[in-house]
């Protein structure tokens, strides 16, 4: 935030860079720690008993990432890991490669070009000095072995300083780094592979270094990422120790199936698995190399694994994300997610603030006291410009005595509210002994009067209007927060059921392109099945969902049986939902009046497992009744299955029937809104007549005192909550049936009572013939009967 005079004003500062300080930072910094060690144990690799090209390849490398200073000292690094090999002049001349390349990286400029310089300087002067070196001191002669292998030698030095690049920007981050590409992984492997390889005769009390070292590595990589890289990874690791020491061809097979032991039991937990290690560890020591260094093989083993114990698990955790490109993926893609949450959330968010905010200032009281004593002045102005304005009495009754020609005119006005319409014998006795126009008065006062009548009688619809378009704006604003909570609920993408759910379905040899399984905001699997049109064969609704439900363990059934097909990529998709604890089946009779019924009706699955039943009864009967009830019916299945709150849904049908044109345009809503899972019902009954549910011998009466919507600009909802049990019916009936015995609901009940029958078709014709008998075999009104008998599933 900015304040006044806050701003600082701007200065030239003259700072000398301190490159010492900064250097010497870097040079003893944590990051350098691993590249010094690889710098020492990979000169100490040797790849047919005489080549030993990983430490000049890798100390090429680090020079285009490190400073002059770091390079010296890396240099000798390398010079003392050739030296700790004792290998004479054969670590003589790789001495003297190195100590060329230092002053070679001195001296060249620094860009992108100078590790390709120096390799290309590396591969001359190390094929010369190899080749000088087999003539002058090892072989003593010229031999075209000796030739071949130094070209070697130096072909691996250009291979592996290219392979060592990419792991160098990792190896050297001053970040913490959270993704690895391919290549950096690939380079690291390696490189950990050489530094286990290089220890081949770094030993303490008879305690291998190496093999603690590798023991480690391949534990960790087993754990973390299961029996196939444990293996692969062993089989590497004993492949390179093999290549230094002859001795020990079988660190192959020792570190391959450790490897893969530690991977089988990852499952089991952490101790179980290192139990298994070093048992498998030792068995194979046994057979191999014998019991005589059994102390040898348990401090080889047990250390790797108290330190493996020691490291918490959310660390291996992280290090599993950062090797497995899977997680990765799945890592950035619930990133994107959240993202796109948050930025659908707070763009719903300030269309919420907005929408919510005009429907407030729709709201606002506008009744304003000044605006209508400001009313009232001008209406007193033009009764006086148009009567009194060519008067000769004008300065005598407005000059002298204007507070009391102003109260005259008041009362005047208050006689015209009052009675709607006077004559000159009305005009008050104040203004009757002065005024010498009253006839003009009297009638020039009414017309103003009824003008200003008029505009409020237009004012105070517009009033209304607003107070309308307030409420439908209210609704929309309910609806986005609704929304704004939704997506703000976590939807749960299950990657792991997916691949079990494609698993079975192939198994089955059920086909499919693609699968989707989410766990919805309700905590329900919702599984999406993508495969190629089967041209309307219904195979879809075969074996699918019988495999699916076996795969997650809860029943699971078709949500339409409609196919549904994308037609940019041809693609047919169905989805399963979780089957619901309970079903619901509903009849209707009905019999009208005239030929239009002006009764109107909806049943069936609104999703999620909610199932609405609704019956609306237009005024009076014919095509004027049933446009009315159709509107409703018809909104509130709109309203209803876009999501819509059953508040904001019955309000805005109520908006919309109010601005209609008509004087008596008004309707009844009489909705039962049912949870499949739970059989918790809740109805809303606006104007209806009695709703009924029958348990058993019990029946219950569900009243409504409201009136229809389309009445009144607002109204007052009420709902009944009422735990359904297994075969109950619920009763939902029109006025006409109602209204065709004098006790109402009481020949309902008893009907009811009387007749015993678990069809609702049965129930539904039943009701609607007694209402036909009450009305003497006659149709009275337009009758509508629905009933809605609920069970549990088995």
Known sequence: ??????????????????????????????????????????????????????????????????????????????????????????????????????????????????????????????????????????????????????????????????IFTYGMPALLSNRKRKVFSKEELICIGILIAGIVS?????????????????????????????????????????????????????????????????????????IITCIAFITSTALLYFYTIGLTDINMIFLDTIIPI????????????????????????????????????????LKLNNIFNTVSSLSKILEENVNNELSKKSEINELVEKLADKVCINCERRNSCWDKELYYTYDSFIELLRYIEKKGMISSADIPESLKKKCRRPNELSKQANHLFEILRLNNRWRKKITNSRKIVAEQTKGISQLLKNMIDEVATTVEFKNEIENEIEVALDRKGLEFEDVLAIKNSRNKFEVTVYRKPCSGKQLCSREYAAVISKTLGVNMERESNKCTIDKNCFMCQFRFVESVNYNIITAVSKASKENISGDNYTFGNIGQGRYMIALSDGMGSGASASNESKTTISLLEKFMEAGFERNAAIKAINSVLVLRSCDECFSTIDMGLIDLYSGVAEFVKIGSAPAFIKSNFNVDVINSMSLPVGILDDIDIESQIIQLRNGDMIITVSDGVIDSNPEKEKWIKRALNEFDSGNPKDVADYLLYKAKENYGNKIGDDMTVMVSKIWKNI
Not at 334 to 340: L, N, V
């Open 1 to 162: 935030m900015m304040y006044k005079g806050a701003a600082v004003p701007y200065k030239r500062v003259n700072r000398e860079f301190k490159f010492g300080e900064k250097e010497k930072l870097k040079l003893f910094g944590y990051q350098y720690l691993l590249l010094y060690i690889s710098m020492f144990f990979l000169p100490r690799v040797f790849v047919f008993k005489s080549l030993m090209p990983f430490g000049i390849a890798f100390f090429l490398a680090a020079c285009g990432f490190i400073s002059k200073k770091n390079m010296f000292v890396s240099g000798l690094i390398t010079i003392l890991g050739y030296i700790s090999t004792f290998k004479g002049y054969v670590a003589y001349y790789h001495v003297l490669t190195i100590l060329f390349l230092m002053i070679i990286a001195f001296l060249l400029k620094e860009n992108k070009n100078k590790i390709f310089k120096m390799s290309i300087f590396a591969f001359i002067f190390n094929l010369i000095n190899s080749i000088f070196f087999h003539i002058k001191f090892l072989s003593k002669g010229f031999l075209t072995y000796d030739v071949v292998l130094s070209l070697l030698e130096s072909m691996m030095i250009l291979a592996s300083c290219y």
């Open 198 to 270: 290089g220890m081949w005769d770094v030993n303490y009390y008879g305690i291998s270094l190496k093999n603690m070292f590798a023991f480690f590595v391949v534990l960790v990589t087993g754990y973390v990422k299961g029996a196939d890289m444990g293996c692969a990874i062993g089989a590497i690791l004993g492949f390179m120790i093999s290549i230094c020491d002859t001795k020990m061809p079988v660190a192959v097979g020792i570190y391959a199936i450790c490897g893969l032991i530690s991977g089988i039991f990852k499952e089991v937990g952490k």
């Open 306 to 345: 108290i330190i493996f114990l020691m490291i918490p698990q959310r660390a291996y955790d992280k290090f599993s994300i950062l090797l497995d490109g899977e997680k990765q993926e799945l890592q950035l893609q619930k990133s994107y997610i959240e993202r796109i949450k948050d930025i659908t959330g």
